[in-house]
C-alpha cells in the first residue's frame, strides 16, 4: 500500500481530532477522489481525503486546513460537468459523501437534507409524503444536493419550475475559518438582513462548504402529456420553441440534434429517428382539458413550423422513456471519444441564431458537436468530441470551446446556464461579467476567505 509524500502537512494531528475511517492518507484510495465527471487530466493529487460524517467533521477539517495553509476542495458526488470538484496538488478534498440524512416535514412543505444525499434520494423521500422536488438535472439518480447546490443545478423540469436556488430556504455553511453559519430556514418569506443565503448557491464551494439545506417541497406533479416533434433542422426546432414559448409554459422543452439521437440509439436503443435532423421533447402537466389544450398548441407550432411527424401520448411510461433518452445524451456521447461540454445559454429568441452558430463553429474547426439543451430556457449543452490521444484534435476542440463560449456571449447568453464555471471556465467569465463585477467578486471572495484556501481555482 503506498503512502503520500512526507513532505505532506501534519496529517497525525488531523487523524487524532477525527473519527477512525474518515481520513485518507493512502494514495491509492486518494486518487479515486482526484477527478469529477470531466475526468481532467490538469487534476493534481490531494495529501488527504476528509470522508466528512457530520458538520463537525468538516469544521475540524477547515479549521486544520486553515491552520496550515491548506488548499480545500469540497466534494459531493463527484459528478460535476466543469471541473469545480477536481482536485489542486497538495490540497485536502472535504467529501461530503457520507452525510446522507434526509427529514421530510410535511406541514412546511420542506426536505432538511444533509449534502451527500442525491437529488433522486430526495425525491423519492418526498414522493412518500405526496410532495415533489422538482430540481432534476439529467444525473438526478447520481448527483448529490450539496453539488446542486453548488453549482445552481437546473434541470429538465426547470423551464416551468426553476432551478435549485428557488428551492433553497435555509443553508448551514461552514466558512473559511472553520465557523458554520446557518442561514434561512423553513419559511416561505423572509428579508430579514442581506441575502446571504442566495450568495452561497452557486458559488461552487469557493466561499464555503454547505453541511446542511432546507428545501422547499411542493405537491406533487400532476399527470403528463408528452409531445415529440421530428424536424429536418435543429433550426426549425428551435423555432417551434421560441413560438411555443410565446404563448404557452411546458413543464419540459428538450431538444436533440441528430447526432445526439443517434448516439443514445446506439448506447440505448429505443427506437428514436436516426434520420431526424433535431427531435423536440415537449410536455404539459397543467391540469384537465387545459393540458390537451396545451399540447394541442404545441403540436400546430411544430407543424407550422416543419415538423415532419408529431407523436402524442398520455401514458406516463411512454413520456418517461422519451425524457431518459434525452437524459441518456451524455453517456451515450461519451462513448464517441474525450469530451469537452459545454453549457451555453441566450435568451430564447435567439435559440436558433446559437444552434446556427454552433454547427458553424464545428465545420470550420473540423470537431464533431453534438447538441442536447433544454430549449424552452435557452439553455444548450453542445458537447465537444474528439479521439482520445489525438493532439491536434484535442487543440481544435479546445479552440471550438472557447468559440462556443464568445458566441453566446455575443448574443448576450452565458457561458453556463447550470453547470458553474468550474475550473475549465474560468479564463471566460471576465469576458461576461467585465471588469467591474470581476473586481465585485473577488472583494466577496476576499472577505470571506482571505486565505483564499476554498477551491482555489475554480469559478474565479
Given at each position: 500500500?503506498?503512502?503520500?509524500?512526507?513532505?505532506?502537512?501534519?496529517?497525525?494531528?488531523?487523524?487524532?481530532?477525527?473519527?477512525?475511517?474518515?481520513?485518507?492518507?493512502?494514495?491509492?484510495?486518494?486518487?479515486?477522489?482526484?477527478?469529477?465527471?470531466?475526468?481532467?487530466?490538469?487534476?493534481?493529487?490531494?495529501?488527504?481525503?476528509?470522508?466528512?460524517?457530520?458538520?463537525?467533521?468538516?469544521?475540524?477539517?477547515?479549521?486544520?486546513?486553515?491552520?496550515?495553509?491548506?488548499?480545500?476542495?469540497?466534494?459531493?458526488?463527484?459528478?460535476?460537468?466543469?471541473?469545480?470538484?477536481?482536485?489542486?496538488?497538495?490540497?485536502?478534498?472535504?467529501?461530503?459523501?457520507?452525510?446522507?440524512?434526509?427529514?421530510?416535514?410535511?406541514?412546511?412543505?420542506?426536505?432538511?437534507?444533509?449534502?451527500?444525499?442525491?437529488?433522486?434520494?430526495?425525491?423519492?423521500?418526498?414522493?412518500?409524503?405526496?410532495?415533489?422536488?422538482?430540481?432534476?438535472?439529467?444525473?438526478?439518480?447520481?448527483?448529490?444536493?450539496?453539488?446542486?447546490?453548488?453549482?445552481?443545478?437546473?434541470?429538465l423540469c426547470c423551464v416551468k419550475y426553476g432551478v435549485t436556488t428557488d428551492y433553497v430556504l435555509g443553508l448551514d455553511v461552514v466558512l473559511a475559518d472553520g465557523s458554520l453559519v446557518r442561514l434561512g430556514g423553513p419559511r416561505i418569506k423572509d428579508v430579514a438582513g442581506l441575502s446571504l443565503l442566495k450568495l452561497f448557491v452557486g458559488s461552487e464551494g469557493t466561499l464555503g462548504i454547505v453541511t446542511r439545506a432546507v428545501l422547499?417541497?411542493?405537491?406533487?406533479?400532476?399527470?403528463?402529456?408528452?409531445l415529440v416533434a421530428t424536424f429536418a433542422t435543429v433550426e426549425a426546432a428551435a423555432a417551434s420553441v421560441v413560438a411555443i414559448g410565446a404563448s404557452t409554459r411546458a413543464s419540459m422543452m428538450e431538444l436533440m440534434?441528430?447526432?445526439?439521437?443517434?448516439?443514445?440509439?446506439?448506447?440505448?436503443?429505443?427506437?428514436?429517428?436516426?434520420?431526424?435532423?433535431?427531435?423536440?421533447?415537449?410536455?404539459?402537466?397543467?391540469?384537465?382539458?387545459?393540458?390537451?389544450?396545451?399540447?394541442?398548441?404545441?403540436?400546430?407550432?411544430?407543424?407550422?413550423?416543419?415538423?415532419?411527424?408529431?407523436?402524442?401520448?398520455?401514458?406516463?411510461?411512454?413520456?418517461?422513456?422519451?425524457?431518459?433518452?434525452?437524459?441518456?445524451?451524455?453517456?451515450?456521447?461519451?462513448?464517441?471519444?474525450?469530451?469537452?461540454?459545454?453549457?451555453?445559454?441566450?435568451?430564447?429568441?435567439?435559440?436558433?441564431?446559437?444552434?446556427?452558430?454552433?454547427?458553424?463553429?464545428?465545420?470550420?474547426?473540423?470537431?464533431?458537436?453534438?447538441?442536447?439543451?433544454?430549449?424552452?430556457?435557452?439553455?444548450?449543452?453542445?458537447?465537444?468530441?474528439?479521439?482520445?490521444?489525438?493532439?491536434?484534435?484535442?487543440?481544435?476542440?479546445?479552440?471550438?470551446?472557447?468559440?462556443?463560449?464568445?458566441?453566446?456571449?455575443?448574443?448576450?447568453?452565458?457561458?453556463?446556464?447550470?453547470?458553474?464555471?468550474?475550473?475549465?471556465?474560468?479564463?471566460?467569465?471576465?469576458?461576461?461579467?467585465?471588469?467591474?463585477?470581476?473586481?465585485?467578486?473577488?472583494?466577496?471572495?476576499?472577505?470571506?476567505?482571505?486565505?483564499?484556501?476554498?477551491?482555489?481555482?475554480?469559478?474565479?
Amino acid at each position: 500500500m503506498t503512502t503520500l509524500s512526507k513532505d505532506a502537512p501534519p496529517l497525525d494531528d488531523l487523524a487524532a481530532q477525527l473519527p477512525p475511517g474518515v481520513l485518507l492518507r493512502e494514495a491509492d484510495a486518494v486518487e479515486k477522489y482526484r477527478r469529477d465527471w470531466t475526468r481532467s487530466e490538469a487534476a493534481g493529487m490531494p495529501v488527504a481525503v476528509v470522508r466528512a460524517e457530520t458538520a463537525e467533521h468538516v469544521q475540524t477539517a477547515v479549521r486544520w486546513a486553515a491552520a496550515h495553509a491548506v488548499p480545500i476542495v469540497p466534494r459531493g458526488a463527484g459528478s460535476g460537468l466543469s471541473g469545480g470538484s477536481c482536485s489542486v496538488d497538495g490540497c485536502l478534498v472535504v467529501s461530503t459523501e457520507r452525510m446522507r440524512t434526509i427529514e421530510i416535514d410535511v406541514p412546511t412543505r420542506t426536505a432538511v437534507v444533509l449534502p451527500g444525499a442525491l437529488n433522486v434520494e430526495v425525491k423519492r423521500a418526498a414522493a412518500e409524503h405526496g410532495l415533489w422536488y422538482p430540481p432534476d438535472p439529467s444525473s438526478f439518480e447520481i448527483c448529490s444536493i450539496g453539488g446542486n447546490v453548488a453549482t445552481n443545478a437546473g434541470g429538465l423540469c426547470c423551464v416551468k419550475y426553476g432551478v435549485t436556488t428557488d428551492y433553497v430556504l435555509g443553508l448551514d455553511v461552514v466558512l473559511a475559518d472553520g465557523s458554520l453559519v446557518r442561514l434561512g430556514g423553513p419559511r416561505i418569506k423572509d428579508v430579514a438582513g442581506l441575502s446571504l443565503l442566495k450568495l452561497f448557491v452557486g458559488s461552487e464551494g469557493t466561499l464555503g462548504i454547505v453541511t446542511r439545506a432546507v428545501l422547499r417541497l411542493v405537491p406533487a406533479q400532476p399527470p403528463v402529456a408528452t409531445l415529440v416533434a421530428t424536424f429536418a433542422t435543429v433550426e426549425a426546432a428551435a423555432a417551434s420553441v421560441v413560438a411555443i414559448g410565446a404563448s404557452t409554459r411546458a413543464s419540459m422543452m428538450e431538444l436533440m440534434d441528430q447526432a445526439s439521437v443517434n448516439a443514445v440509439e446506439d448506447h440505448l436503443p429505443m427506437g428514436l429517428d436516426r434520420s431526424a435532423g433535431a427531435l423536440l421533447i415537449a410536455q404539459s402537466d397543467s391540469p384537465g382539458a387545459a393540458r390537451t389544450a396545451e399540447i394541442e398548441l404545441m403540436q400546430r407550432e411544430c407543424e407550422a413550423h416543419g415538423a415532419t411527424e408529431c407523436f402524442v401520448t398520455d401514458d406516463p411510461q411512454e413520456g418517461e422513456m422519451f425524457a431518459a433518452a434525452r437524459r441518456a445524451a451524455f453517456p451515450a456521447i461519451e462513448r464517441r471519444g474525450a469530451l469537452m461540454l459545454e453549457d451555453v445559454g441566450v435568451p430564447v429568441p435567439l435559440l436558433p441564431e446559437l444552434l446556427t452558430g454552433i454547427a458553424a463553429i464545428a465545420e470550420r474547426l473540423d470537431v464533431e458537436i453534438p447538441t442536447v439543451a433544454h430549449a424552452g430556457d435557452g439553455n444548450t449543452h453542445p458537447i465537444i468530441v474528439y479521439p482520445r490521444g489525438d493532439e491536434a484534435a484535442r487543440e481544435r476542440a479546445a479552440a471550438a470551446f472557447a468559440e462556443v463560449m464568445h458566441l453566446a456571449i455575443g448574443l448576450g447568453g452565458t457561458i453556463t446556464g447550470e453547470h458553474g464555471i468550474g475550473r475549465l471556465k474560468r479564463d471566460a467569465l471576465p469576458l461576461q461579467l467585465g471588469d467591474d463585477v470581476m473586481a465585485l467578486t473577488h472583494r466577496i471572495k476576499a472577505a470571506l476567505d482571505p486565505q483564499g484556501i476554498l477551491n482555489p481555482g475554480a469559478g474565479f
